[in-house]
């Protein structure tokens, strides 16, 4: 099933990377269709234009929403398994669930090296499974949900992306959030004294502080990023490539079922490297200051 039926290759394209945005246009602002408004509005871009003037404090309806949602379905399985396990046969969703939670805990023994910490296991399985089942969206043909959204709101043009981790807002998201646990657990376990010795005296000593400084700043700061950008450049690149091969029509299926068998190698292996990168950077964080 595709929707590019009427639309170059360009537009169709253009338009399933557009997100659903949410925000606020100022007074006097012309619109898509010419109309003028006569006071700040709150509205849904319909265009990247307006989408981009709405600023900063626009939000991307639907990667919010999915995210959410994809997360409450993580919390309400784990907590129905946590209520009905007992000692008796376990069904098949808790074998699958005592297999998650024991790949995450045995991942964080193995590679965690720092001093134990009861956060850094439930961590580890949150982050897995909930980037897991975001990337696991893009195995859903790419034109079927926004289709149902546009028939369900009556709107031919509506914007709606349902894979969150294509959108950089969520996937720097995560990352920040690791970010600041490294830069908390760093100054808690080793001080604020030790935490910037690191900075300034590693890895040639106190004679070249401006350069160890640079090296190990630019190190630091390179780990949020290097986490966002390969999660989202890795689901975004694989979106892509699952939308060129809707654009065939009904001859898609045989290219999507080949594409969507290879990527199920990529959705999970994208959401175990932002868990170990995560586990091995707050271990990094964890161990004592020399």
Known sequence: MSSSEGLTATAYMQHHLQNMVIGQLPAGYVRHDGSVLEQATWTMAHDGREAVDMGFWAINADTFGWSLLLGAVFLLLFHRVAKKAGTGVPSGLQNLVEIMVEFADSTVRETFHGRSHPLIAPLA??????????????????????????????????????????????????????????????????GIGGFLGELTLHPFGKYLIPFNLLLEGVSLCARPVSLALRLFGNLYAGELLFMLVAMLGWWQLPGHFIWAVFHLLVVPLQAFIFMMLTIVYLGMAHEDSH
């Open 125 to 190: 399985l949150t982050i897995f499974i909930w980037i897991l089942l975001m990337n696991t969206m893009d195995l859903v043909p790419v034109d079927l949900l926004p289709l149902l959204a546009q028939k369900l709101t009556g709107d031919p043009h509506l914007f709606f992306k349902v894979v969150p981790t294509t959108d950089p807002n969520i996937t720097f998201g995560f990352s920040i959030s690791v970010f600041l646990l490294i830069i908390y657990y760093s100054i808690k376990i080793k």
